[in-house]
């Protein structure tokens, strides 16, 4: 396995349903990172662990809870959503003090 | 203030010619513009980066241009290929060491007919 893996690709939840996604980087960087990305929108930055420490919730309703158990892998944890929380989960990891992001290929959520 | 704005949405182009896709920003203390790419299906990647101590970045068939006094920056493809189908954000941030600052723009889905 190389770079960054997601799991699952697709996922159809229902609204009182949990489920979580799962993010494993190889690349030996410390940081990680949760993205949404949704149509015509720019994408948007929900949370970052540098050295399995949260550093950044960038609002992010409590619906969503991140869980970074080490430097390789970084969850998603769903429950209760909305169907407009509908969208692509980007995982991501980084090397700190660089601005290069390397994206997995993301998580399809569907919320019906 | 820290929006950047990416245009035009969607943009179809001939095998052969240039692609060319464009951002404006605000916030004059962003230091680092990045454009990433990504095919259907896949995450992005980073494509192609400048600093505004220069005006123009060059990699292959890819060119930055940067326009400071504007705040504006744009992507050309020159000799654009059907391989080159994909979605085409803007990015920008103040530094380069600090990727969770990067202010992405709404993207830009080209498409390159034969």
């Known amino acids: 396995e190389t770079g960054v893996t997601q799991t699952p690709r697709h996922l159809v939840m229902g609204m009182t349903n949990k489920k979580s996604l799962k993010c494993e980087q190889h690349?030996?960087?410390?940081?990680m990172y949760w993205y949404k990305q949704s149509a015509k929108k720019p994408l948007e930055l929900m949370f970052v662990y540098n050295f399995k420490e949260q550093t950044e919730n960038n609002s992010v309703p409590s619906r969503f809870s991140p869980e970074c158990p080490n430097s390789s892998h970084l969850f998603l944890h769903l429950h209760t959503l909305q169907p407009e929380d509908s969208a692509l989960y980007l995982c991501a990891s980084s090397q700190e003090n660089t601005g290069e992001l390397f994206f997995g290929e993301g998580s399809r959520l569907t919320v019906l | 203030q820290q929006q950047v704005k990416q245009s035009p949405q969607s943009l179809i182009v001939q095998k052969g010619g240039i692609s060319i896709i464009n951002c404006a920003y605000e916030?004059?203390?962003?230091?680092?513009f990045p454009w990433y790419q990504q095919f259907p299906g896949k995450g992005p990647a980073l494509l192609i980066a400048i600093r505004p101590d220069v005006s123009e970045k060059k990699e292959g068939r890819f060119t930055i241009s940067f326009n400071k006094s504007a705040k504006q920056f744009s992507l050309h493809i020159m000799d654009s290929q059907p391989g080159d189908s994909a979605t085409y954000f803007c990015a920008a941030s103040v530094g380069t060491g600090t990727a969770s600052k990067l202010t992405f723009g709404t993207g830009t889905r080209l498409q390159v007919t034969l």
């Open positions: 690349l030996g960087h410390n940081a």
């Open positions: 916030n004059t203390a962003f230091d680092y």
